[in-house]
């Protein structure tokens, strides 16, 4: 018995949670809610790197920076909207839910 080579995550939700009765089972209950919140981790660290990039494209660029740096102004936007915490009491149509992606 050797050691793996890649290391494997399970990255799906549980297959035994149940929507219309989440109490029912509850070590998938909080599998499911574990992984809700790792989902969100990874969307919030998405942001950030993309918000970094923009960081640096802003003092790159300069003045230019409406027209060159637009991209990532419109990625950041995305990756930020729907992926809060849920504490600033906004309703869901101010910041709107995520929007689907296209190239998919």
Same mark, same amino acid.
């Given at each position: =018995?050797?050691?793996?080579?890649?290391?494997?995550?399970?990255?799906?939700? $549980?297959?035994? !949670?149940?929507?219309?009765?989440? &109490?029912?089972?509850?070590?998938?209950?909080?599998? =499911?809610?574990?992984?809700?919140?790792?989902? @969100?981790?990874?969307?919030?660290? @998405?942001? @950030?790197?993309?918000?970094?990039?923009? @960081?640096?494209? !802003?003092?790159?660029?300069?003045?230019?920076? !409406?027209?060159?740096?637009?991209?990532?102004?419109?990625? &950041?936007?995305?990756?930020t909207?729907?992926?809060?915490?849920g504490?600033?009491?906004? $309703? $869901?149509?101010?910041?709107?839910?995520k929007?689907?992606?296209?190239?998919?």
């Open positions: =018995m050797g050691r793996k080579k890649t290391v494997e995550f399970d990255e799906s939700p $549980p297959d035994d !949670y149940d929507v219309e009765n989440p &109490y029912k089972d509850p070590v998938a209950w909080l599998e =499911m809610r574990e992984h809700i919140v790792r989902e @969100k981790w990874i969307d919030i660290e @998405k942001a @950030k790197i993309i918000r970094e990039r923009l @960081k640096w494209c !802003y003092r790159v660029e300069g003045i230019n920076h !409406y027209q060159k740096c637009r991209h990532l102004v419109n990625q &950041y936007i995305d990756s909207r729907g992926i809060g915490w504490k600033d009491a906004r $309703p $869901p149509s101010v910041h709107g839910p929007p689907a992606d296209e190239s998919e």
